[in-house]
């Protein structure tokens, strides 16, 4: 039942602890210490990992523990124990020593990139130049997200060989990531296409979160800010995301060629904004969630399979690049759940960065192709543009040639009839002459007619006003029905026309400040004061103001009243004008008393109804 011990002899430079070989203990109270740790070890406490990558809960501590077995062989050879997560967030490592005692150190993600015992991206504890025999080693690891214990041990020898070229990949992939941006931010200076500046801004989120979750950036750009460090890759992810989906959609004319994958990638973008925002203000934690870039990246890759379809031919070498992201972001993530044993180690760890590379590069084909398509496609443009001048040219020179011979033509008919022309134009001679005389006659008529017209008009004028004349005296004299009376004033423009001719007949006063000029005011007929803006109403100190009923009805009550002397009584008003009798009476009512009050005054009722209305007592009739 003891746990599997590793063996390390002259062969081993690295081994990779992975199922039985690593067991684990759950410290959920975080007040183990390595006495208690011990005698759980002894008293068989600890569990065996049955996957092939233990993993470590969120905010629990954990123990592990591995047993190795030194041969003689590699008695005294120095060595690490290497953590391969550069994410977890605290590693405490009890490393055996030859007496049998036990040296604590501690390393991780919360702690400075300083505190570490290599300038390495990973977590490395120094294993003491340990004799043969059988040694236990113990880690108690807090990560703050779900992590993959992945624990390595190797000789220093090999460590430095492989960190050197691991290092030296990074150099080249980084390498390529500048030339690419370099390339294409030149390419946008020229051609000024947007395509190309989101191209270099998305590579360089790709370089970015890169860095940020290989160490790299931890190690060289912000080594003294482990707090940054645990979610600056959400803000790589982020851009990473937004600049692929807008680099899709200038360099496929995603809106010309798929309206509604366009519809789709603008909401995408939305909600992947939603979601960022969220995570940095209320979640962070949900950064670790790293999966969910899939999702725009699927959509990016549909839309370009999609346009392929379509027929549009650089969205070829878009889909081959975005397929090689995908099948490496596939075995990334097999390779985190432990489903890539059958893999080479490189491949599992390193998949998404060579998929990023191959698909930079088939997108600068794409880029290119499409280059050459337009280049393409102006060259076809251009000798189409000869061909037509080349026609245009021969068509000119043969319609140069017809307008010759036409030319030559109508200069002969030209000279033919010219001759007439000049034998007509002696006959045009006389007849002008005949079409003078006739001319003066007609003018001297219409001078004749002229004065004519103006006797006419002059009669007319005098016709109407006698006519006019005429109506008032019969006004005067009989009483008009409404019908009639309607006649000469049929409608409120009418009334207010006539109201204004009989209260401004002289000039204008302003009855606020005396000013006599005026402009014309908002209400029709009404008159606002240059001066101080007070406007008056045309209605304002007549018998009419606060008047509530048609004011045709309202001058006609007042004609029957004034031509009847105030005999008509409220009734007949009300069946005549079909008012209420309540409002005719208080009508005839006030306008009895303006009659009363010019026979007191002694003025003459012969001056005609319309005099009754400049009263400066109004009316108060409410219907």
Excluded at 32 to 51: G, L, P, S, V, Y
Aim: charged share 20%; aromatic share 14%; hydrophobic share 40%.
């Amino acid at each position: 039942m003891a746990q599997k011990a590793v063996q390390i002899d002259e062969h081993t430079n690295q081994h990779i602890f992975t199922g039985t070989e690593v067991e684990f203990l759950k410290d959920s109270a975080n007040r183990f210490t390595i006495d208690d740790i011990q005698r759980a070890d002894k008293e068989h406490r600890f569990t065996k990992n049955d996957d092939y990558y233990p993993e470590s809960r969120p905010g629990i501590p954990y123990w592990y523990k591995v047993k190795l077995q030194v041969q003689d062989s590699r008695t005294g050879v120095p060595a690490v124990i290497e953590f391969f997560d550069q994410t977890t967030n605290d590693i405490v490592a009890f490393m055996p020593t030859a007496k049998g005692t036990y040296i604590q150190s501690r390393s991780g993600a919360d702690l400075d990139f300083t505190n570490r015992l290599y300038d390495h991206k990973n977590f490395e504890f120094q294993l003491q130049h340990l004799p043969e025999g059988s040694y236990t080693c113990y880690f108690r690891v807090k990560p703050k997200d779900k992590v993959n214990i992945i624990m390595v041990y190797r000789t220093v020898s090999f460590f430095i060989h492989y960190a050197l070229t691991e290092y030296l990949t990074y150099g080249l992939f980084y390498g390529i990531i500048l030339i690419f941006s370099l390339h294409n931010l030149l390419m946008f200076l020229a051609v000024k296409k947007r395509r190309y500046i989101y191209y270099v801004l998305y590579i360089l989120s790709v370089g970015l979160f890169e860095m940020s979750t290989d160490g790299i950036a931890f190690q060289y750009i912000w080594p003294n800010a482990p707090g940054w460090n645990q979610y600056a890759y959400g803000f790589a992810l982020f851009s990473l995301s937004f600049f692929a989906l807008a680099f899709t959609k200038e360099l496929l004319d995603v809106r010309e060629n798929a309206p509604r994958l366009n519809k789709i990638i603008n909401i995408v973008i939305v909600l992947r904004s939603f979601y960022f925002v969220y995570c940095l203000l209320f979640n962070k934690s949900l950064f670790y969630y790293k999966f969910i870039e899939f999702i725009p990246l699927a959509i990016a890759f549909i839309t370009g399979i999609s346009i392929w379809i379509k027929g549009f031919k650089p969205a070829r070498f878009f889909v081959v690049g975005y397929a090689f992201l995908c099948l490496g972001f596939i075995i990334k993530a097999l390779a985190a759940l432990g489903y890539t044993r059958m893999l080479p180690g490189a491949i599992g760890n390193y998949s998404l960065g060579m998929g990023f590379v191959l698909e930079m590069l088939f997108l600068s084909f794409s880029i290119g192709d499409q280059v050459r398509l337009l280049r393409r496609q102006k060259e076809e443009a251009q000798d189409a543009t000869i061909k037509q001048m080349e026609v245009i040219h021969d068509l000119k020179d043969s319609i140069n040639k017809e307008l010759e011979i036409k030319v030559a033509e109508r200069t002969r008919e030209v000279n033919e009839k010219s001759n007439e022309i000049l034998k007509q134009s002696h006959i045009i001679e006389m007849q002008n002459i005949e079409l003078v005389t006739i001319n003066q006659q007609l003018q001297d008529q219409a001078s004749e007619i002229t004065r004519m017209n103006v006797l006419l008009e002059n009669d007319n004028i005098q016709l109407k006003t006698n006519i006019e004349k005429v109506t008032d005296a019969r006004a005067l004299s009989t009483e008009l029905t409404f019908e009639e009376f309607s006649a000469k004033y049929p409608d409120q423009e009418t009334c207010n026309k006539f109201l204004a001719g009989i209260k401004w007949v002289g000039d204008f006063a302003c009855i606020k400040c005396g000013h006599h000029l005026y402009k014309n005011g908002r209400a029709p007929y009404s008159r606002r004061c240059s001066k101080c803006n007070y406007e008056e109403s045309v209605l304002y100190n007549t018998i009419f103001q606060n008047n509530r009923i048609p004011i045709n009805k309202a001058f006609y009550i007042v004609y029957l009243i004034y031509t009847t002397k105030g005999k008509i009584s409220s009734y007949q008003l009300s069946e005549k004008l079909n008012i209420r009798q309540s409002t005719c009476w208080q009508y005839s009512l006030r306008i009895k008393e303006v009659l009363e009050s010019q026979k007191r005054n002694k003025k003459s009722l012969q001056q005609g109804w319309s005099k009754l209305i400049l009263n400066t007592e109004p009316l108060t009739v409410k219907i």
